[in-house]
């Protein structure tokens, strides 16, 4: 019943930055949580960080610190701010809607070249 849309991947240099965005519809009412995953080459996915309107943000300890997941309502977007870029950063990132199910978007790649 949600559909999700990433965008804001790409090829960035070692401490640089990017904001990624992930743009919900459908029956986005239902929606309790929105959570980034990424998966890198070779690798099994990866939780990075989570929001919902009863907790407070939580994220993964090698994006403590670095990242900042946020929500602009009014757009029904969630955001990944992704400051002091590192090469173990490369991954596919994953968007997630948690309803009584999780929906998935279908990714966008972010490559830091060291």
Not at 72 to 93: F, H, I, S
């Amino acid at each position: 019943q949600v559909q999700l849309a990433e965008s804001g991947g790409g090829l960035v240099q070692a401490g640089g930055s990017l904001r990624l965005s992930c743009e919900a519809s459908g029956v986005i009412v239902s929606i309790n949580t929105m959570a980034w995953y990424r998966q890198a080459p070779g690798k099994q996915g990866e939780w990075v960080a989570t929001i919902s309107r009863a907790t407070m943000p939580g994220y993964t300890d090698s994006a403590k610190g670095r990242f900042t997941i946020s929500t602009d309502n009014a757009k029904n977007t969630v955001y990944l701010q992704m400051n002091n870029l590192k090469p173990e950063d490369t991954a596919v990132y994953y968007c997630q809607a948690q309803t009584w199910r999780a929906d998935w978007g279908q990714g966008t790649k972010v490559t830091v070249s060291s």
